[in-house]
């Protein structure tokens, strides 16, 4: 008995060891090629100056300014860098500080693109994905010309205005037949116009916001201004990108009109 | 303690013989009949035998009391009124928890060596716990605190140390789930056990690997053998934090068969919580629910035991909104705020984020007796454990889960035990374990830990002395362990590697009856921990404390060396012991802040070295107790743990800090139909943590000391046909406090818990 007892329970316990575990390690799946792979893996934004009448963007350089047509920034997440601004790409932009024609803009197009560059774009805005965006941009380490640093609590909208541009559909331009301004009530920030108001050198911090359930307040339905989240949805929602770059504002030139 | 617990009978097998009164004594523990229990005074009754019975003429039924006293348990005062009026008469002899001689009670093994500094918890003490974390529980044991992450999750924390430093063994099965994780709470049902014993010292040369801070012994009730009638209990539970309710089964039963005794038991859990409160406010998300069930099947007979054993424990817990993950400058600014902003109304829904865990174990075990004594125990167990973390995602993909692990584990071990010699006993036995750990692909999140598989072969041997007044025992062991890693980086990379570590352990340990009342115990052991997978190779953010981790992938294993000694005196009026303790660890391995801060795609983090250094922990455990007249008794107990690195004597973190924890507690007695009737007053102190690193943590300062009031108020009812109904109200926090707790992760965007006031009733059967 007790031998037969003993060499059952040895058999029984080897075999259930080469049965239950699986002894060779399974290969890993790259999950940034997975459908649900929230993070995008890169970021362009462009930076275009023009104006804006009636709502209707033309790109047009200042002649009496010497500038780029366009500047673009792409980040992308990057060995020892981590995520940062690509080499090649610019890694801020340089702009002049407004005039008073009030109808000269920056304007700040963002994309989004997947492992194979795929515009993904459309996945912050369509099927009611608009409702729980918005794109922030506040202004850090501001700096006068002289490189003086400012006081930590300037308020970003005393250096720049933002106005959010996005439409109705989301890619198409206003001017087109059926192509609506949403930006006042539905801010999402993939399109919008910045007019830059003083002399600095400053840092614009991009954050893309995905609320938990709204990003209009409970209370009055109202939205966050482009630089002022609330604390409620600092404290409670979540960040998903962030940006941080520099930007470089110029005294306009004396022989603008 | 003395506890008294009167059961009345009407079982036909116990007819009433006219000619005597009989008393039927139970081990409190075991609830198995107790052999040689005699009545001071009455020589001429005869002792019990093997069915626990005291047979008592009437003319010796006289005076107001009857006094029953066995060897290695606490004696016990009967009424004369209840032997005549109950009968028979059941009552249970609780064993002396200092008892230091091997006692070999029949269906029950003894788990730890008496040479090792234990504390445990009782029955009767884990039944009040229902609806509470298994970490919460444990917390009643000097020595012992909790790492929480929130309200819900919590670890426990032994001499500073928890994790996979902190070996759980779950009814003789090595727990195996995500332990690595600060906020993956073990996956037990504290109400399921029947007893938890803590065991101080290192138990690496019976346990292995992972036992540097101790090991935690949870085990069912055993088996009823011999019980022909299905008994059992059935509790419910209401809590006013978190409006929670609970119910709780256990139902248990023996029969013959195959010329031997069966005996079964099963066991079932629910609970249902809502969102909890602070003291001054709601922590929305934060609801729970639990739903646990377990079986066990057994057969034996004068030589040979068997045994089956299955449990399943699954469970889901919210994570407060505020509590997400943000980089650097959104965690500085959710710290200086300090508490959730947005307040909802309460509900029970627990919606995104949250964890769901579910964790089988399955056993089988076989027991030989050999005609010289010797035992030889085989056992075989097999794990599953299925853990998934769920976060907010856009296009309503919230159900698919951030992080989805799954492990798959297969553990055997042998022992042969044999005392021969009146004096000496010997032990050898041998494991094998393997581990398959895996990230279930379609996260579409890569993976913080790779893929891996983990083998481990153990051998161990112990000799051992008990002699009258003292004994003795040596142990040495040998370990094997390989881990093959796999996993795929943010860059999607491969990375990992097949690494091998083989470790020798050993230990000495004694104890010594100095007195009759005052005894000694010392150990001394080492003990090792392999490296785990995230600290090797972590190269991403966490998800639960907002920091970058960086592995090291030459990271050596943790060796460990450490000396317990521990003073115990226990008197008719005082009971009191001292343990003290001190750990060296080499490569002891922590995550380290760099100054470096690595921008992600959601922001800038800083970013956390995993290194390794040797560290020295230390620290004193304490209780009290005195019987300040039959009827009032207080109790005092606390402990104080130091840790730090050698190097540069820098604090490690989240070592609990001075805790102090008194009670009175005053016994009423009878009134009525209710008997046992008990109340009871604590306090608890938890200073302010001073020995902190602010470098290594998200602030710089650390909450300041609090103290908590409770109370507690229990009576047992004794219905007609001799079932018992116990009544328990509890209070926690009874004044409401806010507060927070330097070991709780969640302190930065919360305060702790507010009071929290629960009924619970029993219905013993």
Same mark, same amino acid.
Request: net charge neutral; with cysteine; aromatic share 12%.
């Given at each position: ?18 049965? *239950?575990?699986? *002894? ?76 008073? !024609? ?8 963002? &994309? ?22 918005? =794109? ?85 339905? +109202? ?10 949805? @600092? ?23 | ?63 107001? *009391? ?39 009670? %029949? ?14 918890? +009782? ?9 509470? +974390? ?14 929480? +992450? ?181 965690? @500085? ?143 040495? $062991? ?66 639960? %404390? ?5 592995? !090291? ?14 003073? $115990?005196?226990? %008197? ?48 004193? !455990?304490?209780?009290?107790?005195? @019987? ?21 004597? @820098? ?15 005053? &016994?009423?007695? =009878?009134?009525?139909?209710? &008997? ?46 001799? =079932?018992?109904? =116990? ?19 969640? $302190? ?18």
């Amino acid at each position: 008995m007790n031998k037969t007892f003993s060499l059952l329970s040895l058999t029984f316990a080897l075999l259930m060891g080469f049965v *239950s575990c699986n *002894s060779t390690v399974r290969e890993p799946v790259d999950e940034r090629k997975s459908k649900d792979h929230g993070d995008p893996i890169s970021v362009v934004l462009t930076l275009t100056p023009g104006t804006l009448v009636n709502q209707v963007f033309t790109p047009q350089l200042n002649p009496t300014m010497p500038q780029r047509s366009r500047q673009t920034i792409e980040y992308s997440l990057q060995k020892e860098i981590g995520w940062a601004p690509k080499a090649g790409s610019n890694a801020g932009f340089e702009v002049y500080q407004a005039s008073e !024609d009030p109808t000269q803009v920056y304007r700040l197009d963002i &994309h989004y693109y997947d492992l194979e560059h795929k515009d993904i774009t459309y996945q912050f805005v369509e099927n009611g994905q608009d409702k729980i965006h918005q =794109h922030f941009f506040t202004a850090e380490n501001v700096k006068t010309a002289d490189g003086t640093l400012e006081h930590k609590e300037v308020r970003s909208n005393a250096v720049f205005d933002y106005v959010y541009g996005d439409t109705d559909p989301w890619s198409q331009e206003m001017g087109n037949n059926g192509v609506r301004w949403i930006g006042k009530d539905n801010p999402i920030g993939f399109k919008g116009y910045f007019r830059f108001k003083q002399v600095r050198n400053f840092e614009i911090n991009t954050r893309l916001m995905h609320a938990r359930i709204s990003k209009y307040s409970r209370r009055d339905h +109202t939205v966050s201004p482009f630089y002022a989240p609330t604390p409620g949805q @600092r404290s409670e929602d979540a960040w998903d990108v962030t940006m941080r770059f520099p930007v470089s504002v110029s005294a306009a030139s004396t022989t603008q009109k | 303690m003395v506890v008294l617990s009167l059961l009345s009978t009407t079982l036909p097998a116990f007819a009433q013989n006219s000619n005597s009164f009989r008393i039927i004594v139970f081990d409190a523990e075991s609830q198995l009949p107790v052999i040689g229990v005699s009545l001071s005074r009455h020589k001429d009754i005869a002792p019990t035998k093997g069915d626990g019975i005291l047979q008592i003429s009437p003319s010796l039924l006289k005076g107001d *009391s009857l006094h029953l006293h066995a060897i290695g348990y606490l004696p016990l005062t009967v009424a004369v009124q209840e032997v005549r009026h109950h009968q028979p008469l059941r009552v249970q002899l609780r064993p002396m928890s200092n008892q230091l001689n091997e006692a070999v009670v %029949s269906g029950q093994r003894v788990l730890h060596t008496q040479n090792a500094v234990s504390n445990s918890i +009782t029955t009767a003490d884990i039944a009040k716990n229902l609806g509470n +974390t298994f970490a919460g529980m444990l917390e009643q044991v000097s020595g012992v605190s909790m790492i929480q +992450t929130g309200s819900t999750i919590a670890k426990p924390v032994v001499h500073g140390m928890y994790g996979n430093r902190l070996l759980i063994m779950n009814n003789g099965v090595r727990q195996q789930g995500q332990q690595w994780g600060v906020d993956h709470a073990p996956e037990l049902d504290a109400s399921a056990a029947g007893r938890v014993t803590v065991v101080k010292g290192a138990e690496a040369v019976r346990y292995g690997s992972e036992a540097l801070g101790g090991v935690v012994l949870m085990d069912a009730q055993p088996l009823p053998y011999g019980q022909r009638k299905i008994m059992g209990k059935l509790s419910g539970l209401y809590g006013t934090n978190g409006r929670k309710y609970a119910v709780t089964q256990h139902l248990s039963q023996s029969f013959p068969l195959f010329g031997g005794d069966a005996a079964w038991r099963a066991q079932g859990t629910y609970v249902n919580g809502g969102d909890r409160s602070t003291g001054s406010y709601l922590l929305n998300n934060t609801g729970m629910r639990e739903v646990t069930a377990s079986a066990a099947l057994g057969w034996r007979n004068s030589r040979l035991e068997l045994q089956g054993f299955y449990s399943f424990y699954s469970t889901q817990v919210g994570v407060l909104y505020s509590a997400q993950m943000g980089d650097e400058e959104l965690l @500085r600014e959710r710290i200086k705020i300090g508490q959730p902003v947005n307040f909802y109304p309460w509900t029970r829904s627990i919606d995104y984020p949250h964890q769901k865990v579910v964790h089988h174990v399955g056993k089988l075990e076989g027991r030989y007796t050999f005609a010289n004594k010797s035992r030889l125990s085989v056992k075989t167990a097999w794990q599953h454990d299925d853990r998934r973390e769920y976060n907010q995602r856009r296009n309503y993909r919230s159900m698919v889960p951030t992080l989805d692990l799954r492990l798959n584990n297969f553990q055997t071990d042998a022992q042969w035990k044999h005392t021969y010699a009146d004096n000496w006993s010997s032990e050898i036995g041998a494991f094998y374990g393997a581990i398959d750990n895996y990230n279930e692909p379609g996260t579409g999140v890569v993976p913080i830990i790779p893929n891996y598989t983990q083998q481990n072969l153990g051998a161990y041997a112990i000799q051992k002395y008990t002699g009258h007044d003292w004994g003795a025992e040596l142990g040495a $062991r040998a370990d094997h362990q390989t881990i093959d890693a796999r996993g795929k980086n943010i860059f999607g990379e491969n990375y990992g590697n097949l690494t091998r570590y083989t470790n020798f352990t050993y230990s000495a340990g004694a104890h010594y009856h100095v007195l009759p009342q005052l005894d000694v115990l010392t150990n001394f052991g080492t003990a090792w921990r392999a490296p785990h997978v995230h600290e090797l190779y972590s190269y991403g953010v966490e998800q639960s %404390s907002g920091l970058f981790a960086r592995g !090291d992938s030459t990271l050596r294993p943790e060796v460990s060396a450490k000396w317990v000694t521990s003073l $115990r005196y226990a %008197s008719k009026r005082i009971t009191a012991s001292v343990d003290a303790y001190l750990q060296w660890i080499d490569h002891y391995i922590y995550d380290e802040p760099t100054k470096e801060v690595i921008t992600m795609v959601s922001g800038a983090y800083p970013v956390f070295q995993y290194r390794s250094d040797n560290a020295f922990f230390r620290g004193i !455990d304490a209780d009290f107790s005195a @019987r300040i007249t039959p009827k009032l008794h207080y109790t005092v107990g606390g402990s104080m743990v130091w840790a730090n690195e050698t190097k540069t004597n @820098r604090p490690l973190p989240y070592i609990p800090s001075f805790r102090a924890t008194q009670s009175l507690a005053y &016994h009423f007695g =009878h009134l009525g139909h209710l &008997h046992d009737i008990h109340a009871k007053v604590t306090h608890r102190f938890v200073a302010k943590q001073t020995r902190f690193d602010a470098k290594a943590d998200l602030i710089d300062h650390t909450p300041p000391a609090y103290q908590l009031w409770g109370a507690e108020l229990s009576a047992n009812f004794v219905m007609r046909n001799g =079932h018992h109904l =116990h009544i328990l109200l509890t209070a926690d926090n009874l004044f409401n406090l806010t507060y927070r707790e330097y070991t709780n992760r969640f $302190r930065y965007y919360a305060h702790d818990l507010g009071r929290d006031v629960r009924l619970m009733l029993t219905w013993d059967f």
